[in-house]
Nanobody, 117 residues
Framework: QVQLVESGGGLVQAGGSLRLSCAASGSIFSIRAVGWYRQAPGKQRESVAGITNGGITNYADSVKGRFTISRDNAKNTVYLQMNSLKPEDTAVYYC???????????WGKGTLVTVSS
């Protein structure tokens, strides 16, 4: 019903910035919130940031003040601006969408972010 495609990952030095994009298509009217998760090597998947259709945002404590989630509704795209990157930010980042049907989630295939020290 919903397809998500991430882009923008890559290799960056500590202190640098990257902007991740997630393009949504399909039954986007069924989405109530979008967000980003990440999974670092050998670690559990964790929530990074989220934004509701009403514009309410939330962030993991580890990224507050450094990452910003935003949307461009005209382009059906959600962004994650990542500043002051640290080596511990290295992970595969996944775009997610929560449907209005409770418990139904959609996932992109992920984009790799590598931060070198």
């Amino acid at each position: 019903q919903v397809q998500l495609v991430e882009s923008g990952g890559g290799l960056v030095q500590a202190g640098g910035s990257l902007r991740l994009s997630c393009a949504a298509s399909g039954s986007i009217f069924s989405i109530r919130a979008v967000g980003w998760y990440r999974q670092a090597p050998g670690k559990q998947r964790e929530s990074v940031a989220g934004i509701t259709n009403g514009g309410i945002t939330n962030y993991a404590d580890s990224v507050k003040g450094r990452f910003t989630i935003s949307r461009d509704n005209a382009k059906n795209t959600v962004y994650l601006q990542m500043n002051s990157l640290k080596p511990e930010d290295t992970a595969v980042y996944y775009c997610t969408a929560a449907a209005v049907v409770y418990g139904v989630d959609y996932w992109g295939k992920g984009t790799l972010v590598t931060v070198s020290s």
